[in-house]
């Protein structure tokens, strides 16, 4: 019981420390010198970058942040046998992830909304419903222009999504939880929305 638990933790440890790599910041930092942090929203993820990088870097981050999640998920699976039964190991590997990336130790417990990185978790976990809601994301995001209501209905429906698919309840729960956080971490761009001046992608 003790080792499981010990287990556990290294999961939640490790999968924070891979989701706290700051992709965005590291990037931007890289070519321009720049902290992504002071540029437009503060973000560190895929669509601030792009305000600084253009679009191919947009998609390169917000492949490189998707990656940084399915990883810590996949090798949970493959190697945890803690709460196996439950898909415990992998749920907790995905929460660490969103967690890390929007609370990077190594930027002062600062950094990007969770999104791509959520997606990949998503992916890990149930490569199906990944691929339904990263279509709806762009689908959403391409008629309404705005990221942030892609990024909203995409992970608000993924719950619903792994309950249709019959996911285990320990995904399901996930999903849920993630989009609540998710949606949280939006809340600047819910207000800029009501108030008509978020930001379009161009």
């Not at 600084?52 to 999640?69: E, H, P, S, T």
């Amino acid at each position: 019981m003790i080792y499981k638990c010990i287990e556990l933790a290294l999961v939640f440890i490790l999968a924070y420390l891979i989701g706290s790599i700051p992709t965005g910041y590291l990037i931007v930092k890289a070519k321009t010198g720049k902290d992504i942090r002071t540029v437009g929203s503060g973000s560190t993820g895929a669509t601030n970058v792009k305000r600084v990088l253009g679009k191919n870097y947009f998609f390169l981050v917000m492949f490189l942040d998707a990656l940084k999640g399915a990883l810590p998920v996949v090798l949970a699976e493959m190697f945890i046998t803690a709460g196996s039964s439950i898909g415990l190991a992998p749920v907790l590997a995905a929460v660490a992830v969103i967690v890390g990336h929007s609370k990077s130790v190594f930027l002062g417990f600062k950094g990007g909304k969770s999104v791509a990185s959520g997606v990949g978790t998503i992916l890990a976990l149930n490569w199906t419903v990944g691929i339904v809601i990263a279509v709806v994301w762009g689908i959403i995001t391409y008629f309404t222009k705005y990221v942030s209501v892609g990024s909203i209905i995409a992970l608000v429906i993924s719950p619903f999504v792994m309950y249709f698919l019959n996911a285990p309840i320990a995904y399901i729960a996930y999903c849920a939880l993630g989009a609540v956080y998710i949606v949280y971490l939006h809340r600047e761009n819910i207000k800029r929305l009501i108030q008509g001046n978020e930001n379009k992608v161009r």
